[in-house]
């Protein structure tokens, strides 16, 4: 079982002393979803150091997809990374896995998808290649992102950003197909 308690320490301790965790943010809304996001979490728990914390699953409206797309079945994950893990060698396995599990090459932006995983943040790392920019760009504008990861740790301030999860998410316009899915 994935679990979904705060991760041992990162409540209790200095901001300064604590691991700085890696963000995966999960997608998908092709086949079934609820069953392939929780495989992609299990595969990520098993990719991480310690510390592993899932978020539920949520419902999502699509954002900037094509017209028709079915709505998203989204998570967060949060974890202490592998000491030998970089941001770039865990994004080229977040890519992997999503081949592995029917992912294919877009060929229109934001198309519908049996699985989507994306690199949010390795800590406080910074990227700004063609291959990977750290921290993502929008998460901080997106609620499939900040709901979740807000139920995991309503403080947790995104590299880049001035406020935690939860008050970026307060500002965020309403989306009505937002909501908990229910097990």
């Known amino acids: ?11 209790r301790i200095p901001r300064e002393m604590k691991p700085a965790p890696v963000i995966v943010a999960l997608g998908a809304n092709l086949g079934d979803p609820p069953a392939t996001l929780r495989a992609a979490l299990a595969w990520l ?36 990374p592998r000491p030998e893990e970089t941001p770039e060698s865990l994004l080229a396995a977040l890519q992997a896995y999503e081949r592995a599990r029917g992912r294919r090459e877009r060929r229109v932006r934001n198309e519908p998808r049996p699985v989507d995983l994306d690199l949010i943040a390795f800590g406080a790392a910074r990227r ?3 291959a990977l920019t750290l921290p993502h760009p929008r998460a901080h504008l997106r609620r499939f992102v900040l709901g979740p990861l807000a139920e995991l740790d309503a403080a947790l301030v995104l590299p880049g950003q ?20 229910e097990d």
């Open 45 to 80: 728990a098993g990719r991480a150091a310690g510390g592993f914390r899932a978020s539920s699953l949520w419902h999502s409206t699509p954002v900037d997809c094509p017209p028709g797309s079915p709505r998203f079945t989204n998570a967060v994950a949060l974890f202490t």
């Open 1 to 11: 079982m994935i679990s979904t308690a705060p991760c041992a320490g990162w409540t």
């Open 128 to 130: 700004g290649t063609p």
């Open 162 to 181: 001035a406020q935690g999860a939860a008050a970026l998410l307060a500002a965020l316009p309403p989306d009505p197909e937002f909501r908990r899915v």
